[in-house]
C-alpha cells in the first residue's frame, strides 16, 4: 500500500471517529436549545411583562389619586390610558399559559374602568364624600384585585420556570455525559489510528532527514536504513537519494579535481607568459622593433585579461565549493573610503565624470570587515559604473548608518538595465543587451560581489532605469564574526541570482 493510501485511509477514519460524538453533542445540545428558547420566548417574556404590568398598576394608583383630589381632564385622560395599557397587558398575558390570572386582572380592570368615571363626576361636582366613597368601595378594591393576581401570576411562573429550569439543567447534563464518553472514545480511537501513521511514516523520514543533512554537511558516502526495495514512495525516495549522494560524490571530486588542475596547469603557464612577454618587452632576448613592441603590448594585455578571467573562475569554483573564505578584521571606514575614492579619483578625471563620496551622519569609527573583500567589490561595482557612464556624468557613493547597519549606495548616470534583465544580473556570466562582451565585461564580478556580501551576513540589490542610471545597495553590520566561507554547502547557485 502506499503511502499517499495508507494517509488518505488513516485521514479518513480519523475523520469519521471525530464526526460521530459531535453528532451525538449535537442532538442533545439541539433539546437544549429548544427548551432554552421556550424559557427565553415564553417564561422569561411573561415574567417582564407582569413586572410591567405591577409598574402599571402603581401608576393607576397615582392616577386614581390625582382624579380624586385634581379633578381635571388631564387626570381623567391619564386613569382612561392607564386603564388601556393594563387591559392591553392582560390580553397579552393570555399567550403565556397564565389565562386564570389574565381573567382575574382583566375583570378587575374592568370594574376599574367602570367605577373611575363616576368617581371623577363627583370629584368634579365638588362632592368629596361621594368620591371617597366610590374610591374606597369600589375603585382601590378593583386595584387592589389585580395587584393580587399579578403577585400569584408571579408566584405560578416562578414555580414553573424553577421546573423548566431544572429540566433543561437535567438535559444539559446528560448532554455532558455523552458528549464527554462520545469524545473520549473517539479521542481515544483517533489517537490509535495518528499513532499506528506516525509509527509508519515518522522513521523513514528521520531517516531521509537525516540523510539529507549528512549530504548537505559533505558525508555524500551516508547510507540510509530504508530499503529501496521497499514498494512505497520511501522505497523510490530511497533508491533516488542513494543515486543523488552518488552522482554528487562524483561531482564534488570533478570540481576539486578542476580547482586542482586550473590552480597548477592554468595559472603558472599564464604566468610564465606574462613573464617571458615583459622581458622581450624589456630587450632582454635583444632588439626589438617598434612592431614587434606593439605585438608584444597586445599580447601583454590578452593575456593579463585571461589571467583575470581564470582568477574570477577559480573564485567562483572556490566559492561554490565552500573553499572561499573572508577574514574579518578591524578596519576604519572613512580611511577605508577615502583610499578607495582616491583609487578612482584619477580614472574620474581621465574620464571627464563627476565622483565623490557623501558621509551620512553617525557612522561608526571602526567596522569589522574583510577589507581586501570588500574592497574588491565597492572596486567592482564603481570599475562598473564608470565603464557604462558617459562623459559629464555623474557616480556617487553614499555611505550611512541604517538601523544598526551599513548601507552603502553606488549611483550612476549611466545607460541603465534593462527591467527584465534586471532580476539575473547576479547569475555566472550574465550580461545585458546593452553591457556586453564589446565593453570587456565576463559577467563574473557581480556573481562573486554577491557571494563576498553574503558571507559578510549582508545583502546587495539594484535598482536600474534605461537612460536613467543604476544604483547598487549594499547592506552590511557593522561587526561580522570569525571566518567564515563565502558560500557554505547549502546554496545553490541559483541562490546567487
Not at 469519521?16 to 420566548?41: I, Q, Y
Not at 603557464?269 to 597586445?298: A, W
Not at 558621509?359 to 561608526?364: F, Q
Amino acid at each position: 500500500m502506499t503511502i499517499r493510501t495508507r494517509l488518505a485511509l488513516g485521514l479518513f477514519a480519523i475523520a469519521v471517529v471525530l464526526l460521530l460524538p459531535l453528532g451525538l453533542t449535537l442532538r442533545s445540545l439541539d433539546r437544549v436549545h429548544d427548551e432554552t428558547m421556550d424559557l427565553r420566548d415564553r417564561d422569561f417574556a411573561a415574567s417582564l411583562l407582569l413586572g410591567r404590568m405591577r409598574a402599571g398598576v402603581e401608576d393607576l394608583r397615582g392616577a386614581e389619586t390625582s382624579l380624586l383630589f385634581i379633578p381635571e381632564v388631564s387626570s381623567r385622560e391619564a386613569m382612561v390610558q392607564q386603564i388601556s395599557r393594563l387591559s392591553s397587558m392582560a390580553d397579552t398575558l393570555r399567550a403565556f399559559q397564565l389565562r386564570e390570572a389574565a381573567d382575574q386582572i382583566r375583570a378587575a380592570i374592568t370594574a376599574v374602568g367602570r367605577y373611575a368615571p363616576l368617581e371623577y363626576q363627583f370629584a368634579l361636582a365638588g362632592n368629596v364624600r361621594a368620591a371617597d366613597t366610590v374610591s374606597n368601595r369600589h375603585v382601590v378594591p378593583a386595584i387592589n384585585s389585580v395587584e393580587r393576581a399579578i403577585t400569584a401570576a408571579q408566584q405560578s411562573l416562578r414555580e414553573r420556570t424553577r421546573d423548566r429550569v431544572q429540566a433543561t439543567a437535567a438535559l444539559t447534563e446528560e448532554a455532558q455525559r455523552v458528549s464527554a464518553g462520545a469524545l473520549g472514545l473517539a479521542i481515544a480511537l483517533a489517537l490509535a489510528i495518528a499513532f499506528a501513521l506516525w509509527r509508519s511514516i515518522s522513521r523513514p523520514v528521520h531517516d531521509l532527514a537525516q540523510g539529507m543533512a549528512a549530504v548537505a554537511d559533505g558525508n555524500f558516502g551516508h547510507r540510509l536504513s530504508v530499503s529501496p526495495d521497499r514498494r512505497d514512495e520511501f522505497g523510490r525516495l530511497s533508491g533516488s537519494f542513494r543515486t543523488m549522494a552518488a552522482q554528487l560524490a562524483q561531482l564534488d571530486r570533478l570540481k576539486a579535481e578542476f580547482i586542482s588542475v586550473a590552480s597548477h596547469e592554468i595559472k603558472t603557464p599564464l604566468n610564465v607568459i606574462l613573464g617571458y612577454l615583459q622581458l622581450l618587452d624589456e630587450g632582454v632576448y635583444g632588439p626589438v622593433s617598434t612592431r614587434q613592441r606593439d605585438i608584444i603590448r597586445t599580447l601583454d594585455t590578452q593575456t593579463r585579461s585571461l589571467a583575470r578571467l581564470v582568477h574570477q573562475l577559480l573564485d567562483v569554483s572556490r566559492f561554490e565549493a565552500g573553499g572561499g573564505k573572508i577574514y574579518p578584521r578591524p578596519t576604519d571606514l572613512r580611511r577605508f573610503l577615502h583610499d578607495l575614492e582616491s583609487t578612482f579619483r584619477v580614472l574620474s578625471l581621465q574620464r571627464g565624470i563627476h565622483f565623490e563620496v557623501e558621509y551620512g551622519d553617525d557612522l561608526p569609527v571602526e567596522v569589522h570587515w574583510d577589507a581586501d573583500r570588500m574592497n574588491e567589490v565597492l572596486g567592482n561595482l564603481l570599475s562598473n559604473a564608470f565603464k557604462f557612464t558617459e562623459r559629464d556624468g555623474r557616480i556617487i557613493l553614499r555611505v550611512e548608518a541604517v538601523d544598526d547597519q551599513i548601507q552603502l549606495a553606488v549611483s550612476d548616470t549611466g545607460a541603465g538595465i534593462p527591467p527584465s534583465q534586471l532580476p539575473h544580473i547576479f547569475e555566472k556570466f550574465y550580461q545585458a543587451d546593452n553591457q556586453g562582451p564589446s565593453l570587456g565585461g565576463t559577467g563574473l564580478g557581480l556573481a562573486i560581489a554577491k557571494q563576498i556580501v553574503v558571507a559578510h551576513g549582508g545583502s546587495i540589490a539594484a535598482d536600474s532605469t534605461l537612460a536613467v542610471g543604476s544604483t547598487f545597495t549594499i547592506t552590511m553590520p557593522i561587526r561580522v564574526g570569525r571566518p567564515s566561507a563565502l558560500i557554505p554547502r547549502e546554496f545553490a547557485v541559483g541562490d546567487l541570482a
